[in-house]
């Protein structure tokens, strides 16, 4: 019989991986486990929106962040729909005086005509 193999396989090393003492999961990461006990058990939300309009606060900051992402999303729709709306306005506008021009001279020439 040779044992050699199977002590080799209970010697194999095995990492310590950071538990949590609450809920005893384990994490590949020290950061992690912490992240998670402020997050899941101590439910701190320690980053807050940096829009003044919005008082959401989040637990980390990635989550923050993501947040924030829709803040700047719809922003710059707002910008684009106004640029689009000053465009629209101003066609409108050249339009409205080109018509205006016709009708003008279309009219004078009416007058014209009814007067001969
Ligand atoms: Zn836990
Ligand atoms: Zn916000």
New binding site residues.
């Given amino acids: 019989m040779n044992l050699s193999q199977n002590t080799n396989l209970t010697l194999k090393k095995t990492k310590a991986r950071p538990k949590c003492d609450l809920c005893f999961k384990s994490f590949s990461r020290q950061s992690s486990l912490k992240t998670h006990i402020t997050t899941v058990h101590k439910k701190i939300k320690n980053y807050e929106?940096?829009?003044s309009?919005?008082?959401?606060r989040f637990s980390t900051n990635s989550n923050m962040r993501r947040?924030?992402r829709?803040?700047e999303k719809n922003n710059k729709l707002h910008i684009k729909k106004a640029q689009l709306m000053e465009s629209a306005i101003d066609e409108l506008e050249a339009i409205r005086k080109h018509e205006e021009n016709n009708f003008n001279q279309e009219n004078n020439e009416h007058s014209k005509d009814q007067q001969y």
């Fill in positions: 929106c940096p829009y309009n919005c008082n959401k947040h924030v829709i803040h």
